[in-house]
């Protein structure tokens, strides 16, 4: 799966390609009914079993790489295997934008922003993030479309 996913990206970025100024970081929660290693007791659906996925999204919401945690973990100890998950782009340091929520606000997220020289845009309290998101699934039909084509070349 991990050579496919690296093939779509490779792919996607030659032809209509990547925008990696800007990148978002989040989590979000989903149900984990059959369990497993890494599902953990879900703080907001009153304690089912549930698995937290780290994202990491190009200005376009194109999937980069996703971590996945039980759903009990916070968002910001996941920021760094996020980052170690999406380390064969080569994000260009320094004139890359992290856009992160508010959940991410405290020295430890700077320094590990700061160590991989990363420019981190923290949201404000009370304020929508400056970057949203909202075509993250695009990568999923691409990684359907390859994933078929493999099956059954033409």
Same mark, same amino acid.
């Given at each position: ?5 690296? @093939?779509?990206?490779?792919?996607? $970025?030659?032809?209509?390609? %990547?925008? &990696?100024?800007?990148?978002? #970081? ?51 100890? @996941?920021?760094?295997?996020?980052? $170690?998950?999406?380390?064969? %782009?080569? &994000?260009?340091?320094?004139? #890359? ?58």
């Amino acid at each position: 799966m991990e050579a496919l996913e690296e @093939l779509a990206l490779e792919y996607y $970025d030659r032809f209509i390609g %990547l925008e &990696l100024a800007d990148v978002a #970081v989040d989590g979000c929660i989903t149900k984990a009914p059959c369990g497993g290693e890494k599902a953990g007791k879900s703080p907001v659906d009153r304690g089912k079993i549930g698995i937290k996925r780290s994202t990491m999204v190009d200005a376009n919401g194109i999937l980069l790489g996703v971590v996945s945690a039980p759903a009990n973990r916070h968002d910001s100890p @996941l920021l760094a295997p996020t980052f $170690d998950a999406v380390e064969a %782009l080569r &994000l260009p340091s320094e004139s #890359v934008s992290v856009h992160l929520d508010r959940g991410y606000e405290s020295n430890v997220t700077r320094r590990l922003l700061e160590e991989r020289e990363l420019v981190g845009v923290i949201s404000e309290k009370g304020k929508p993030a400056p970057l949203r998101a909202g075509l993250r699934w695009v990568m999923e039909s691409i990684l359907v479309l390859i994933y078929k084509h493999s099956l059954h070349p033409s």
